[in-house]
């Protein structure tokens, strides 16, 4: 049934769960837990716009569905924010209710500040989550308890691409980088 499904992030901080036959939205997924905190300065400088309001960033940048191959998570999906916070949910489509309920939430203790999650994507065979961010580390999840099992470093700058390769066989995963910092890297990851 998953792939009847698709998840995309929204820049309002919630992903959207569809039914791509049904043309049917079954989940909003909202990611960020509390309202948006906007800030005001006075600029005064008499041109009549004193105040700026600037809203908090609150983009979903990164979603994926967990591969039906893994045993025990039928069903879950992840969010990736700006927030660093990558959150995996439980989707109750078997039961045909249009719920979803957070299973975990995975953050960074690493990070001097909340670097933001670029990609994501799921092993094919583990419960694992391999995310890029913004400080150019590569981090792997073990989502079914929140805790990080492997960090790849070597980026000095932001990731904006990454794809995954898993070698037939095996549990190893082959994670390719591309970063602002002009390089691309590759990366072996066994679990």
């Excluded at 960090?151 to 932001?158: F, I, Q, R, Y």
Aim: charge should be negative.
């Amino acid at each position: 049934r998953q792939h009847l499904l698709a998840i995309c992030g929204g820049e309002d901080g919630n992903a959207y769960v569809v039914h791509i036959s049904g043309k049917k939205m079954l989940a909003k997924l909202s990611h960020f837990e509390e309202a948006p905190k906007t800030t005001t300065t006075n600029n005064n400088n008499n041109d009549g716009m004193d105040d700026d309001n600037t809203e908090e960033a609150r983009s979903i940048e990164a979603v994926g569905f967990c591969p039906p191959t893994t045993t025990g998570t039928a069903h879950w999906c992840a969010t990736g924010g700006v927030d660093g916070i990558l959150k995996v949910w439980n989707m109750n489509v078997a039961t045909g209710t249009s719920t979803a309920q957070l299973r975990q939430r995975c953050v960074r203790e690493d990070a001097p500040q909340a670097a933001g999650i670029t990609r994501l994507v799921w092993h094919a065979t583990q419960p694992l989550v391999i995310c890029s961010y913004t400080d150019g580390v590569v981090c792997v999840w073990d989502v079914r308890v929140g805790t990080m099992v492997g960090s790849l470093t070597g980026h000095e700058d932001m990731i904006n691409g990454m794809s995954v390769s898993f070698v037939e066989g095996s549990d190893v995963a082959v994670v390719v980088t591309g970063s602002d910092d002009k390089m691309v890297k590759m990366f072996e990851f066994c679990p």
